[in-house]
């Protein structure tokens, strides 16, 4: 079952909230909102990656592609999710290619900016990592499923 969002989540700790829409809108530099169709490329693997996406409205997918062709979605990515964010551990190029699914309205966010924010607000950074360490923590439980799985069909 998939479940639409209409507004942007919310993330809640010790009782407090961030709304990342108006942190967003609190940066006046290093910040575009772009929309994108269905199908279009927003970012494409192997090239620089110089900035981060949170998505405002829309489905994106994270696809990776092998050197023999083979395609795999990583992640179908939902509003309020941010993306792309590997630009901010010293990845210099993009590790998949980010794809519209339907309609999308995003914030790119510069690396620069991005890092400032980090630095200077500490309970966006605390709650950005969280959501992010959130994420690879559900990453890592597919792939363990993922490979649990692929032993049991090799085994029968």
Known sequence: MVQKLT???????????????????????????????PNRHI?????????????RSGKVKLVVKSEQGKEAIVAVLDIGEFFGEGCLAGQLLRI?????????????????????VLHEQHDVSE?????????????????VDQLFNNSERRLA
């Open 7 to 37: 507004k942007a989540p919310r993330v809640r700790k010790n009782h407090r909230m961030i709304d990342w829409e108006a942190v967003l809108s609190g940066m006046s530099e290093g910040k575009t909102i772009v929309e994108y169709g």
């Open 43 to 55: 970012f494409e693997q192997g090239k620089p990656a110089d900035s981060l996406f949170y998505l």
């Open 96 to 116: 998949s290619t980010a794809v519209a699914l339907c309609d999308c309205t995003l914030a790119r966010i510069e690396k620069p900016q991005m890092v400032r």
């Open 127 to 143: 709650l950005f990592i969280q959501r992010l360490l959130s994420r690879n923590t559900r990453y890592e439980g597919d792939l």
